[in-house]
């Protein structure tokens, strides 16, 4: 039995194993990259260049703080390892560079993070449109700067952020297409009363586009990608409140890469299959895992921290983390000093920050009419709008309907990119909230491993599981 | 579109990896998609309905960017380092 077992390196559970270790626990560290950091961290396995354009190079500065901590002596880091099963009496099925393995935990962290949404619009599946974290873990992990002339669409600050970050690296940034009008962001500014130092942080990068010439557009969206092979442009449009383009003059720019972010969704596979409760909010970015104050899941001696728990973002990640390790580590007979008022403070402080901006920034349903009959939803499995439109009015109103019907879901990537428009599509076909069609049932393995991983006596195929 | 190596040139030896069967420069450290980006290769596969595709979430979760590793077929290339006996095979 392993005293703590920790699922993700990323901010949340890199600051839980420090913390557990430092109290004196024995703490193993699961990650499925090579390298700790998670997303915001994401390390590069390349010696860094003698001059980071600046915002890469804090990042970098900020990652390497943060990961000093991993050589305790009492952590275990097993990178390039995926967890493909969790179960409620917290046994971990992994599969590494050594093969499968099953590991028991006393006490078990899941920091498993989140990923990005994106929402279809003809075009989004040609080779050179990208998720803006995409472009970003190239910046950070590569050093490779994935475009020169690029368009940022979606809604939320990530797209200023990453322009500046992509324009330090040399990018021409055509424009930032975000979908909140001024007026609506403007209008509900005052829920960032507060939070002075992010809203200056946020103004910054603002001065800094505008200096550069980059236009931000406020109230539109990408509404076509075009190109043969690649895409070579892209169309913008103003749009109304909720989000159906308005009928009027269109832009054409002329791009070589198109990056999207419409926000972030917790990744709740492993919390649900270890059984915990979940539940729904905007604020969140949709399902998120219910703790309580000490980080602890419904499941006793299971926790959840950072984006698992709803999009909290880094400066929730890493209280949060912190939490529960302390939490683990008692429970594991240790004692630690730390006083967690002072912790739970931030990652309250935090997440209410993010909480608003989660729904300030929300997707609008109106979006949906951007995707035509012949638009791909289910990108793995080719699945047109068209055909899950007439599948919804056979009187289909769930996600988990909606998959042996039409396939939806069922590809690779496990629904990950199409369940959260899946979702939007059904409330916009149905008029139900997109809570109601529910989420995905996960069974593992939460990602393809070799079939002999699952019956040994098997050959070596890949399966995907569901099919 | 070919995408740009910040800091380049890069200190390190760099090595090659076979591309359908031709040389492409690679530097330890990189995954093989960032290798096919930077050569200028944004296509690492076509899909059953014949729709080209490549690189997209970057962070191994959306299983566009297959490609053909060693003979076996789909191998995620944003997630997989590059190495000096990889033979990758991405359509033309
Ligand atoms: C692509 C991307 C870019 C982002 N960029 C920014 C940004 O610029 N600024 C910002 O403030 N926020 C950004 N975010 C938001 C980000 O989620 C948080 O800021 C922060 O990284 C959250 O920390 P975390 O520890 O909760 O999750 P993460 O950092 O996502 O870490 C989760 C870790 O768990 C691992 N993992 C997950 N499932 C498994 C499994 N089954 N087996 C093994 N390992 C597993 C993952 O590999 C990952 O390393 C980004 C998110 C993404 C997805
Ligand atoms: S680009 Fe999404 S899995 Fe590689």
Redesign the interface.
């Known amino acids: 039995m392993t005293e703590i077992i920790v699922i993700g390196a990323g901010p949340a559970g890199v600051a839980a194993a420090v913390t557990a270790a430092e109290a004196g626990a024995r703490v193993t560290l699961i990650d499925?990259?090579?390298l700790p950091g998670g997303?915001y961290f994401k390390q590069?396995?390349?010696?860094?260049?003698?001059?980071?354009?600046p915002t890469l190079a804090e990042n970098f500065r900020q990652g390497q703080a943060l990961l000093a901590g991993l050589s305790h002596k009492n952590i275990t880091f097993r990178g390039n390892t995926l967890v493909w099963n969790v179960t409620p009496d917290r046994t971990v099925s992994l599969y590494g560079p050594a093969g499968p393995e099953t590991l028991a935990a006393a006490q078990l962290i899941i920091a498993a993070g989140a990923?990005?949404r994106v929402m279809p619009f003809p075009g989004w599946?040609?080779?050179?449109?990208?998720?803006v974290?995409?472009?970003?873990?190239?910046?950070k992990?590569?050093?490779?700067?994935?475009?020169?002339r690029i368009l940022l669409a979606g809604t939320g600050p990530l797209l200023q952020v990453a322009g500046v970050q992509l324009l330090e690296?040399?990018a021409e940034i055509v424009a930032i297409a975000e979908l909140q009008p001024l007026g609506s962001i403007i209008a509900r500014s005052p829920r960032f009363l507060g939070h002075r130092d992010k809203v200056k942080l946020a103004l910054n990068n603002a001065r800094r586009l505008k200096r550069a010439g980059v236009p931000v557009k406020f109230g539109y969206a990408i509404v076509r990608a075009t190109g043969e092979?690649?895409v070579s442009g892209a169309v913008i449009a103003r749009v109304d409140a909720a989000g159906h383009p308005r009928p009027g003059p269109e832009s054409a720019l002329a791009v070589?890469?198109v990056c999207l972010n419409f926000g972030f969704a917790p990744d709740t596979r492993l919390t649900q299959l270890a059984g915990c409760k979940h539940h729904f909010a905007e604020r969140f970015g949709g399902w998120a895992a219910i703790t309580d104050d000490n980080m602890e899941t419904s499941q006793p001696g299971i926790f959840a921290v950072g984006e698992v728990r709803g999009i909290g973002g880094v400066e929730a990640a890493l209280p949060e983390g912190r939490l529960a390790g302390q939490v683990a580590a008692r429970k594991s007979g240790y004692r630690t000093d730390e006083s967690a008022g002072p912790t739970r403070r931030a990652a309250r402080r935090a997440r209410a920050l993010v909480g608003q901006l989660n729904t300030v920034f929300a997707v609008k349903p109106g979006l949906m009419t951007l995707a035509q009959d012949d638009t791909l939803i289910c990108?793995?499995e080719?699945i047109s709008a068209g055909q899950l439109r007439a599948a919804i009015r056979e009187g289909i109103t769930t996600l988990n309907n909606l998959k042996p019907w039409t396939r939806a879901g069922m590809?690779?990537?496990q629904g990950?990119?199409c369940g959260p428009i899946l979702a939007h599509l059904l409330a916009a076909e149905t008029g139900l909230e997109a809570q109601s069609a529910g989420q995905f049932t996960v069974r593992p393995p939460v990602?393809?491993v070799p079939l002999s991983t699952l019956l040994p006596q098997n050959n070596n195929d890949?399966v995907a599981h569901d099919k | 579109m070919t995408a740009t190596r910040l800091g380049h040139p890069r200190p390190e030896p760099s090595f090659t990896i076979m591309v359908n069967g031709r040389p492409v420069e690679a530097w330890p450290g990189e995954s093989i998609a960032a290798v096919l980006l930077a050569a200028g290769r944004r296509v690492f596969r076509q899909t059953a309905g014949h729709a080209p595709r490549g690189f997209f979430c970057g962070m191994g979760i959306c299983f566009d960017c297959l490609i053909t590793l060693n003979g076996v077929p789909n191998v995620r290339s944003c997630v997989t380092p590059a190495a000096p006996d990889c033979v990758v095979e991405a359509p033309e």
Do not use: H
């Open positions: 499925e990259n090579s997303q590069a396995a390349l010696p860094a260049p003698a001059s980071l354009p990923y990005e599946t040609l080779p050179g449109v990208m998720t974290g995409g472009a970003q873990l190239l910046l992990g590569q050093r490779l700067l994935a475009g020169q690296a040399g092979n690649e070589d890469t990108r793995c080719e590809g690779r990537c990950r990119i990602k393809p890949e």
